[in-house]
């Protein structure tokens, strides 16, 4: 996917676009600007949900070194109205890539920012820039043997900062990313430079131990949002558990998914099981071990009494709940003995578990992940269907109660059917809520398929809504339409979105749509009010 | 303390003032405007740290019964340019209580308001209206016999909203209360009604089990802040525990602050002890057993020998912690062998604990709030110097770290006796910093200790920031002056707080200089640029 012709931003002419990359070449030097053709092509959605591949094409993109290469930048696209679109690393797969809402937007590319600026073992925090991996912080970690663990998301190649702000999680103690950040530095649209919380403290050596700082509390503003540009972020990391145990839960029944759900709920709200456990569906637990074709070729949903027969042959759950303990080994015994006399309610529940002593590494992917060891497990889904794979997800947020998720897991299982998916997809367990996240696999090369994923997204995301459920983030082709799902009082929240926006970035340069907060130059073009 | 000449708000003559009271009258019925005099009483700082008893008294305060009168008070606000002053029930004693930071502001009082809306015990949340104190809902929850415990903070009668707004602590798991908080109503100053995260999904059922929701997090932004009145809120309740140890470990010498302090973080990061535990100095732990004319009756700080009498005498320590554990008896008895084996090591540490099963309640004061019963055990600390008790508190973040807190400790200490006062403080543990709150006691009749008191706090402020520390919280007196600490990059902070204020509430009229943020009309006034 190379060679297309160079979108232009609407209403920038060749002329204003030529001044601009000029500008922006003088600042970050000609090799630093991809100027189109296949430079781009990294910057194309991967596993765009339309028949289109080429939707979401950005005309360029810049690489900055610096904070002050990232002000300049930002004179520049005010002087001349350009629109910037912000990735850390732009590795968000499966949600856009790091093509641009807005197509035609230059490309703000973060990953040369990649330093590790600071680690702290007694206080258990790092502070990373953008371009920084989870792959890489681990590796530094083991490299200066800090005994700390990162989180690692489903994929380990993503920015610790971009995964976080677009609330990414994981599996480990520490897998709400949300919650284990702690202090930004923030570069906002007119070039100011702002530290949060503690970090406004000159001489201060506490931005990243205390959250909230005195006043207004900011950093969650710049989560999902296009409020300004991120370049510094402090993370609570967890300090490596002298044993853990993990563990997995098979149930055989559909309907054990219920059982399943309440049973962990009063896991985790209790503090027994204190990481966010995982409960993956039939589909992707088989997918780690074989590939569908052994049990079906056909083009639609895989039949029943072929699930049933790759449950049997596999050995494996309709579900199985993956979850994991941390800490001395008498505790986590003990533990271990409430989570199984709990889970043995299920009629049929098959437990195996094993404990490992700090430095053992576990072997499967997800154990890894786990056991705070990043991996590209979560890639495996792409070999299910064969072909080129690739996905698109759904991701809808379940209350921590039984009869949601099952409701949840029908409503998904049949629309998906209905478009001829799978239902590929599990839930991960935060508490008082699950991070539903249901993957529509298609190969990339047969774009009709890819456009049949795109309208099963949609016509999901309509059947939560009517629901009273709402998406936790989306793929660029429906932020607008998740962020009208948010609609109480007649969008008030989105009108409070927009009010901060036309505040802190008066020109609407920077990744105008994101999230369906457009500034108001953009409002008025697209005949919003 | 009453009868005082009305001070109005700068700028407003008593035209204007009479017409919007007029107006206040007719939304809110005449009875609910207190007009001036002993009505007007509650709304002064008790404690105030001055020689005027009467500063920042407000000119009125109304009391609201709705979301609907609060829209249609701010209508009248907005076209008189009248400064009102948000208090949830204005419990905020040693930080200004129900007064304004600009004197003449009428204060918006809203524990009319009191309705616990909705309890999920499954789903272990409560989402209440900000005049709900920690009393009301810890008896609503026994009187329902809903096995949920509130956190409850230092004095019990405090507003959950309003506490949790101004980012209170208390000392159970859910110690940290902005932390537990999930989803917010809050009107906007032009009368816009937002709920906040997934409270915006019309049908929804997850507004009090997700944090984030979808887009930019505003709920933090509503925090010690000046954006909005929060009318509701949600927060996570405790699940009450099988059973819990309470324990107590007294340590000899001044010293064994640090060591204190370093073995707590390594168990609160391990997750052994997973609540807020506090360390008290001699002082404050000895006010709840004597009052301090038994060992001293100087005017002075307490003298070291008369210190070391009263540690002596009362068996208490020099430092003392108290910690809490949750949980399966099996699994909290685990882990309070591996805590008295942590701090072992600490020469002389002398350990006391006691093991409840659910329903027990324990006795003392502190330990009752560590068991989620809300008491009013910090005002014993008025008892202290005798007289009519009033103390205001500097309370700086510290580090986890031994060597900070020893640090701060030394600081506080010596400005403290420099001015007069006994050090009364401690530090509350909350994983990767804590926070250190110092009380300046002094007897309310005597309006020069008060106005001493308040110069002590300045010195303490300013020997703080240069020491790179900022405090989390300001009494009214110095909320510029904690703000100004915060000054990295020429105040960027307060620059990015103050856009965003102007967004809000164009005409200045929701809580003028709240934590240092002044509207633009006031800005201007003021002489700020």
Redesign the interface.
């Not at 709200?269 to 027994?272: A, E, M, N, R």
């Not at 799902?485 to 009082?489: E, M």
């Given at each position: 996917m190379s060679g297309t012709t160079r979108a232009l931003p609407p209403g920038i002419d060749d002329a204003r676009f030529e001044r601009a990359l000029e500008a922006f070449e003088a600042i970050v030097g000609a090799p630093n600007v991809c100027r189109g053709g296949a430079s781009l092509d990294p910057y194309l959605d991967p596993f765009v949900p339309l028949a289109d591949a080429h939707a979401f094409a950005p005309s360029a993109a810049i690489l900055p070194a610096s904070v002050e290469e990232i002000r300049a930048i930002l004179r520049v696209a005010n002087e001349t109205r350009m629109p910037l679109w912000t990735v850390s690393t732009g590795r968000n797969f499966a949600y856009g890539g790091a093509a641009p809402r807005l197509p035609g937007s230059v490309v703000l590319d973060l990953q040369r920012m990649n330093r590790i600026l600071e680690v702290d073992e007694?206080?258990?925090?790092a502070r990373v820039e953008p371009g920084v991996s989870y792959f890489d912080l681990h590796a530094h970690l083991r490299e200066q043997h800090v005994r700390l663990w990162v989180d690692p998301p489903a994929a380990g190649w993503g920015s610790v900062i971009g995964n976080t702000l677009e609330?990414g999680f994981g599996t480990t103690?520490y897998g709400d990313h949300?919650?284990a950040q702690?202090g930004m530095e923030v570069v906002?649209a007119n070039g100011?430079?702002?530290?949060?919380g503690?970090?406004?403290?000159?001489?201060?050596?506490?931005w990243?131990?205390?959250?909230?700082?005195?006043?207004?509390?900011?950093?969650?503003?710049?989560?999902?949002?296009n409020?300004g540009v991120v370049t510094k972020m402090g993370l609570?990391l967890m300090?490596a558990?002298p044993a853990f145990v993990i563990g997995e839960i098979q149930v055989e029944r559909e309907d054990d998914l219920g059982v399943l759900v309440d049973t962990l709920?009063?896991l985790q709200?209790?503090?027994?099981i204190?990481q966010h456990a995982v409960i993956e569906g039939v589909i992707r637990r088989a997918a780690s071990l074989a590939p569908r074709s052994r049990w079906y070729e056909g083009d639609g949903p895989m039949p029943e009494a072929a699930v049933a027969a790759m449950q049997r042959e596999l050995g494996v759950g309709r579900w199985n709940l993956h979850y994991a303990l941390?800490?001395?080994p008498?505790?986590i015994d003990?533990?271990r003995r409430?989570v199984e006399r709990a889970f043995a309610a299920v009629p049929g529940a098959r437990f195996t578990a094993q404990r490992y002593e700090e430095g053992d590494e576990p072997k499967g992917g997800g154990d890894r992940n786990l056991a705070g060891i990043p991996t590209m497990s979560a890639f495996r889904m792409l070999d299910w269907r064969g072909g080129e794979g690739a996905h698109v997800d759904f991701s809808p947020?379940?209350?921590?109660?039984g009869r949601?998720a099952l409701r949840q897991y029908a409503l998904v299982k049949a629309r998906a059917a209905e478009y001829g998916f799978d239902y590929y997809g599990g839930f991960t367990a935060?508490g008082?809520?699950l991070h539903h996240v249901f993957a529509a696999i298609f190969a990339r090369e047969r774009r009709a398929d890819a456009a049949r994923a795109g309208d099963l997204l949609r016509a999901l995301m309509s059947d939560a809504?009517a629901?009273?459920?709402?998406?936790?983030?989306?793929h660029l082709l429906y932020m607008d339409y998740?962020?009208v799902?948010?609609?109480?009082?007649d969008g008030?929240?989105?009108?409070?979105?927009q009010?901060?926006k036309?505040?802190?970035d008066a020109q609407g340069v920077l990744s105008p749509g994101k999230?369906?907060?457009w500034p108001a130059a953009w409002r008025a073009q697209r005949g919003y009010t």
């Open positions: 007694r206080l258990a925090w609330r103690a949300a919650a702690c906002l100011d430079v702002v530290r949060t503690m970090g406004a403290i000159e001489t201060g050596t506490a990243h131990l205390y959250k909230s700082g005195y006043g207004p509390s900011f950093d969650a503003l710049f989560t999902q949002s409020y609570w300090p558990p709920r009063v709200l209790d503090g027994t204190a941390y800490g001395a008498e505790v003990a533990q409430i947020l379940c209350p921590a109660d949601d935060a008082r809520c809504g629901a009273g459920y709402g998406v936790y983030r989306s998740a962020a799902q948010y609609g109480f009082n008030a929240l989105l009108r409070l979105a009010t901060v036309d505040a802190l999230q369906g907060i």
